[in-house]
């Protein structure tokens, strides 16, 4: 078996933890996904793991654990998290573990009952043990085939170390990537990270211009589930528009912090953040967007000194070499860039029409042409399957669409309840979570699938929720 190590905790800045955990709510808006004509029992292994086609059914058993009630419970959150990451990404099928009580656990992959589990319908079943050392936890995982002349093969066997009893959540999300990469020819989003705007803490602002302060809105970080929220920074004034880096560790945002909106750019290593856009009272900068290299931030920006008017610049993250981009545009604004997949265009809104629509552009500027939708848009995202996501305003609401960028279609995924905007794309393309208020007025997160716009999970329940970015790798703990 492959024994794969993992690094130490992520120690977080600007008074970053990681305190306990947010239940993942599981709000969706349909049925289990259920396939219409289900795998029927195959002898080859690679006919079911690896076609692309096939939805194996995995069920599993409680993994043997020799230890406290804690790493009992740290063995059970791990089942719990491993099915539910294995559901998001519809590769498999998970078999309920309702449906599976009543079958019998074995030690050994040969003394499964194969005919109960085949009963249900299982193509392979989840075997573990958990080994606590003190706040250390080994964690060893088989996935074990049932049918035919294979049944009782061990197709996927790892050793996880490094492990702990804090956060079990991660080795479960561990072992769903690597499963998803080695048979499904898939990158997951298990380990991914969503930053995001909260006033959850009901705080009220002390650094923000407005008369009463208002309720102060601070960044925060949680699990692409919704899950560990954990607060970033403690300003007590309003940030906005978080934005990540490649590496997963970087994390620009705008905060009102010195009574005017600048961009702060942080490490999340314990070292100040940074002012690479060097905004002042005059010059405000907002919604930053860091390239792929991760060398370059773009943003939106009143340098220029056109009187509420603002351009897409671009500066190294060190701060030097600050251009605009969109110079010859004096009686418009435009804002909200984001980077295609390969860093060489920016994609960004802009009025000069006389409404917000979509454009894009050279990484230079040059080249700009405007994307054909009917009505007001913002907060365009560019994907890794090179279609863009954004708000689009509809009579009495604003719906997420999305355009192909290679056939030039668009279309509406959302469903018209509530206000749907500010969406933001995973990693692999397959998913956009976006703030919505169809949940009782408040701004709260959730996530669809794309293409289909199917599978709607609320992932915040707490305050309001506002601006998510989607981390485009999996960065720390």
């Known amino acids: ?101 009543g079958v019998p656990a074995a030690a050994t992959p040969q003394t499964l009952p194969f005919a109960q589990w085949t009963q249900l319908g299982a193509d ?77 803490d009901a705080q009220r602002a002390t650094g923000r211009p407005l008369p009463d302060g208002g309720p102060a809105k601070e960044v925060y970080v949680m699990d692409y589930d919704g899950a560990r929220p954990a607060r970033i920074t403690r300003h007590r004034s309003l940030s906005i528009a978080p934005a990540w880096g490649p590496d997963g560790r970087t994390l620009a945002f705008v905060s009102y912090t010195s009574n005017y909106p600048d961009i702060y750019l942080t490490l999340l290593d314990g070292r100040p953040a940074t002012r690479p856009a060097k905004g002042t009272e005059s ?23 056109q009187t509420g008017n603002y351009d897409i610049w671009v500066v190294n993250r060190d701060g030097t070499d600050r251009r605009n981009l969109t110079p010859g545009t004096p009686r418009s604004s435009e804002g909200a860039p984001t980077w295609s997949p390969n860093g060489a265009q920016l994609a960004f809104t802009s009025d000069r029409t006389g409404v917000n ?29 090179n279609y863009i996501a954004y708000a689009l305003e509809r009579p009495g609401s604003m719906e997420i669409a999305v355009t192909d960028m290679s056939r030039m279609d668009s279309r509406i995924l959302t469903d018209g309840i509530g206000r749907n905007e500010q969406p933001t794309v995973a990693p692999n393309g397959r998913h956009i979570a976006f703030v919505t208020t169809r ?16 599978f709607l999970r609320q992932i915040t329940t707490s305050g309001n929720n506002t601006y998510p970015n989607w981390s485009p790798s999996p960065g720390g703990r």
């Open 1 to 101: 078996m492959r024994r794969v190590v993992m690094t130490a905790a992520l120690t977080a800045a600007l008074g970053l933890c990681w305190p306990g955990t947010e239940a993942r709510t599981g709000r969706i808006d349909s049925l289990p996904w259920q396939d219409p004509q289900p795998p029927q029992s195959q002898s080859e292994i690679s006919v079911l793991l690896n076609n692309p086609g096939s939805h194996p059914r995995v069920g599993f058993q409680a993994f043997d654990v020799a230890g406290t009630a804690e790493a009992r419970e740290a063995a059970a959150t791990i089942v719990s998290v491993l099915a539910d990451d294995l559901e998001f990404e519809r590769e498999f099928y998970v078999i309920s573990r309702k449906a599976s009580a």
């Open 439 to 454: 949940w009782g007025g408040k701004s709260q997160i959730a996530t669809i699938d794309y293409p289909d716009g199917r």
């Open 283 to 305: 010059i405000h900068n907002y919604t930053p967007a860091i390239s792929p290299d991760g060398t370059k931030i773009a943003f939106m920006s009143s340098r220029a000194g």
């Open 357 to 385: 629509q979509i454009y894009v552009m050279n990484a230079d500027g040059t080249n700009q042409f405007r994307i054909q939708v009917a009505g007001k848009c913002d907060r365009p995202t560019w994907s890794q399957l």
């Open 124 to 200: 392979f079943v989840f075997m573990g043990t958990v080994r606590p050392s003190g706040e250390a936890v080994e964690v060893e995982v088989r996935l074990v085939h049932m049918k035919g002349a294979t049944a009782g093969k061990v197709v996927f066997g790892r050793t996880y170390s490094g492990c702990t009893l804090a956060n079990p959540r991660f080795c479960a999300h561990s072992i769903a990537d690597d499963l998803h990469r080695e048979y499904r020819t898939l990158t997951g989003v298990a380990r991914t990270r969503i930053a995001f705007i909260s006033d959850r």
